[in-house]
C-alpha cells in the first residue's frame, strides 16, 4: 500500500484547510455549501459532508442550523471562554474582568523564541494582565506574541476592546487560536505575583504554561498565568 495514501475525504479536508489558512473565507463568514463545494472538488456531497464534519470536530468551523456553515469565530459565546479553565467553586457561571495593566515590546530571548518559532532576538509584544472574580484578582497573565504579526499592539487599543482577548487578536491581527499545549505546575507567589493578585508573598498558586496554535500548528501565543485557587478549582476535561 502507499504510505502517503489519505482517504478521498481527508483529501477534502486538506484543501478546505489550505483556503481557511489563507484566508479565502474569513472568521464569522460562511463557506460555500456542501453542493457547491462537491462541485469544485469533483467529489461527492458526502464525501464533502464528512470533511466538514472533521473540521466541525476540531472547532475550525461551525454548523448552523437551517444557516449553512461558517468559519469558527472568537467572537461566539461558547468560543470566548473555550481554555478558560479557572472555574468557582460555587458558580459554574462566573465570568472573570480583564484589566491589562502593560504592553511592552522586546527582543525575545532564546528560549521565548524556541517556544514561538521565530529567530532569538526578534521582536515579541508582552501583554500583562490581571483577571478577577468580582473584587478578587486570580489570575495574573505574561503573554507572548510575535511583534511581527501584531505591529501597532498597545495597552490603549487593549483597554479600549470590550471582549475577550482572543477575540481582539482574531478581529485586529487575523489570528486564531485553535489549539494549546499546557503545562501546570505548583509555585510559591513572588514579589511581582503577590501585588497583581493581592496575596502575601509565598502564597500557594498554580502555574499554568500554555503555548497557542493556529493553523498548521504554527505557535502564536506563549502564556503564563500564575492562578489563586482559593475557592476555585483548575477544571479540564479529558478524552
Not at 448552523?64 to 471562554?81: A, I, L, P
Request: glycine share 6%; with cysteine.
Amino acid at each position: 500500500m502507499n504510505p502517503t495514501f489519505s482517504p478521498l475525504y481527508q483529501q477534502i479536508k486538506a484543501l478546505l484547510l489550505k483556503s481557511l489558512q489563507e484566508g479565502e473565507w474569513m472568521p464569522g463568514e460562511p463557506i460555500p455549501s456542501e453542493t457547491e463545494l462537491a462541485g469544485r472538488y469533483g467529489v461527492s456531497q458526502g464525501t464533502v459532508r464528512k470533511a466538514i464534519d472533521e473540521l466541525a470536530a476540531e472547532n475550525l468551523v461551525v454548523r448552523k442550523q437551517g444557516r449553512g456553515t461558517y468559519v469558527s469565530t472568537h467572537n461566539e459565546d461558547k468560543s470566548q471562554y473555550r481554555f478558560l479553565r479557572l472555574a468557582s467553586d460555587t458558580d459554574e457561571n462566573a465570568r472573570p474582568r480583564s484589566e491589562y495593566v502593560d504592553v511592552e515590546k522586546v527582543r525575545a530571548n532564546s528560549v521565548i523564541a524556541k517556544l514561538l518559532d521565530i529567530n532569538p532576538n526578534d521582536s515579541v509584544f508582552v501583554v500583562k494582565r490581571v483577571l478577577s472574580f468580582g473584587d478578587q484578582p486570580h489570575i495574573y497573565d505574561e503573554i507572548w506574541l510575535p511583534g511581527q504579526q501584531c505591529k501597532g499592539l498597545s495597552l490603549e487599543r487593549l483597554q479600549a476592546w470590550n471582549s475577550t482577548l482572543y477575540a481582539f487578536l482574531e478581529a485586529e491581527f487575523g489570528m486564531r487560536m485553535l489549539r494549546a499545549t499546557e503545562k501546570i505546575k505548583a509555585v510559591s507567589a513572588g514579589t511581582e505575583h503577590s501585588q497583581r493578585l493581592q496575596v502575601p508573598e509565598g502564597t500557594p498558586l498554580l502555574l499554568v504554561e500554555r503555548l497557542s496554535m493556529t493553523y498548521s500548528d504554527k505557535p502564536v501565543e506563549l502564556r503564563r498565568g500564575w492562578y489563586l485557587t482559593e475557592g476555585f478549582s483548575y477544571r479540564n476535561e479529558l478524552y
